[in-house]
């Protein structure tokens, strides 16, 4: 089984900002896959079904981005899930728009979403797609917390779907032949 996070924040003032990429991106692999979250458990908003014959569980914590890693240890000591099991979708500042990479572990990297992550379940390793949201010019709260461009929109209309490419061929092959797929991947 593997539990697919996607960090945000809950609110309609945070739907369409950049700091929620990731619950962006978990709507999209919920719509693809006829996964419905939509049962309230764990911290969280969540749902079950099937990605390449695997079970799945998708998330968006609702504790907020500071305090994401509550909600998915909830769900991965209940579930008995690993860390190799758990896959999380964020945004990251040092990606241009257009952009994604894949990792298998790594720090925070000044991500508060990840570093509650890494506080809960005590590992830096577990899977990630970073999905770039762009450098802010100078506010840093403010760039995570505003609205996507309408160009920047665009482009990530077709980001989208290739994150959700590259979480299935996590789940059906490896992390490994996801990162050899998708980290060159950019629109532009």
Request: proline share 3%; glycine share 10%; charged share 25%.
């Amino acid at each position: 089984m593997f539990l697919i996070v996607g960090l945000g924040n809950v609110g309609k003032e945070y739907d369409n900002t950049r700091h929620n990429i990731g619950f962006q991106a978990i709507d999209y692999i919920a719509a693809k896959y006829n996964i419905d979250i939509n049962r309230i458990k764990f911290k969280g908003i969540y749902g079950d079904g099937i990605i390449e014959g695997n079970k799945v569980i998708l998330l968006k914590p609702t504790t907020y981005m500071n305090l994401s890693g509550e909600s998915i240890r909830e769900v991965m000591n209940f579930y008995k899930i690993s860390e190799e099991e758990l896959i999380v979708l964020y945004d990251d500042i040092s990606l241009p728009v257009g952009r994604l990479r894949i990792r298998e572990k790594g720090s925070a990297g000044g991500h508060n979403g990840i570093k509650s992550i890494i506080a809960n379940i005590g590992t830096e390793k577990f899977p990630r797609v970073k999905i770039g949201i762009g450098q802010p010019n100078h506010d840093l709260v403010g760039h995570v917390l505003g609205k996507f461009t309408s160009e920047e929109s665009e482009i990530l209309n077709k980001v989208i779907p290739v994150c959700s490419d590259a979480v299935a061929e996590m789940i059906k092959k490896s992390v490994k032949d996801s990162m050899n797929i998708y980290n060159g991947f950019k629109v532009d």
